[in-house]
C-alpha cells in the first residue's frame, strides 16, 4: 500500500542463528534507511543510504550489518544476536534532500523476537 | 542535533470532541515538521508536514497541524475525533541540512465511543 515492502513480516530466532531482513521500495526513491521500534521509546535510526551509499550509522552493534545492493533494496544481516534486539525494525525510503522536501515512506516493519 | 519531545504518552477524547497531540521540538536551523500514524501491526503513515509557508498545514483524514515557531511547538489537531482515529501518533524534525530525521516516543490517542 505504500510502495514499501518488508519481509519477513515475523521472525524468531535464537542468539545463536543468522538471518536477513529485506527491504524493497518501488516508488523511486534513493535513499532507505533501517529504524528500530521498541516500546515506550521514540525510534532509533540505525542506518541511512543514499545513493547506494551509507552515509549515517548510529553507533549500531556490529551484530547487525547493512547491505544496500542497489536503490530499490536494502538489508539487515542479523547474526549472533541478544534477546534486548527483540523490537519492531521499519524500513523507509525517500527522495535525497535537494530534490525536494522528502517524507519518508515506511514498509510494514519485521517483528523480531530473540530467544 | 534535532529532537523531538511528545509530552503525552497517552490522550482520551470521546468520539465528536475536539483532539490536540502535542508535540515540541528543538533544532538549530530552519526545521521541517511532520507527523504520522502508526495503526496496530502498520508501519508508519505520513499525514503531513510543515516546511514553509502558512503556519496552519492541513493533511491526511482531516487532520491539521500549527507550527508556532516561538513556542517551537507543532501540535497535531482534529475539529471532530474519529473512533478509528485511534492510533500512535510520532512528531519528526528534520533539519533542513542533512537526511536526518528525529522521532518522538509517540502518543497513543484512544478515542471513545
Known amino acids: 500500500e505504500t510502495g514499501v515492502t518488508q519481509t519477513p513480516r515475523h521472525l524468531v530466532m535464537g542468539m545463536t542463528n543468522k538471518k536477513s531482513l529485506k527491504c524493497e521500495q518501488h516508488?523511486?526513491?534513493?535513499?532507505m534507511y533501517w529504524y528500530k521500534q521498541s516500546a515506550k521509546k521514540p525510534l532509533e535510526l540505525m542506518f541511512v543510504?543514499?545513493?547506494?551509499?551509507?552515509?549515517e550509522n548510529n553507533s549500531v552493534p556490529s551484530r547487525f550489518s547493512p547491505e544496500c545492493p542497489n536503490s530499490s533494496h536494502l538489508f539487515l544481516h542479523l547474526h549472533t544476536l541478544q534477546p534486548e534486539d527483540s523490537a519492531l525494525y521499519l524500513c523507509?525510503?525517500?527522495?535525497?534532500?535537494?530534490?525536494?522536501?522528502?517524507?519518508?515512506?515506511f514498509g510494514p516493519g519485521t517483528r523480531l523476537t530473540v530467544l | 542535533a534535532q529532537s523531538v519531545a511528545q509530552p503525552e504518552d497517552q490522550v482520551n477524547v470521546a468520539e465528536g470532541n475536539p483532539l490536540t497531540v502535542k508535540c515540541t521540538y528543538s533544532?538549530?536551523?530552519?526545521?521541517?515538521l511532520f507527523w504520522y500514524v502508526q495503526y496496530p501491526n502498520r508501519g508508519l503513515q505520513f499525514l503531513l508536514k510543515?516546511?514553509?509557508?502558512?503556519?496552519l498545514v492541513k493533511g491526511s483524514y482531516g487532520f491539521e497541524a500549527e507550527f508556532n515557531k516561538s513556542q517551537t511547538s507543532f501540535h497535531l489537531k482534529k475539529p471532530s475525533a474519529l473512533v478509528s482515529d485511534s492510533a500512535l501518533y510520532f512528531c519528526?524534525?528534520?533539519?533542513?541540512?542533512?537526511?536526518?530525521?528525529?522521532f518522538g516516543a509517540g502518543t497513543r490517542l484512544t478515542v471513545k465511543p
Open positions: 533544532v538549530s536551523g530552519n526545521p521541517y
Open positions: 510543515y516546511i514553509t509557508g502558512d503556519n
Open positions: 543510504y543514499s545513493l547506494e551509499e551509507r552515509v
Open positions: 519528526a524534525v528534520r533539519d533542513i541540512n542533512n537526511n536526518d530525521m528525529r
Open positions: 523507509a525510503s525517500s527522495h535525497i534532500p535537494g530534490q525536494r522536501v522528502n517524507e519518508q515512506f
Open positions: 516508488l523511486g526513491h534513493n535513499a
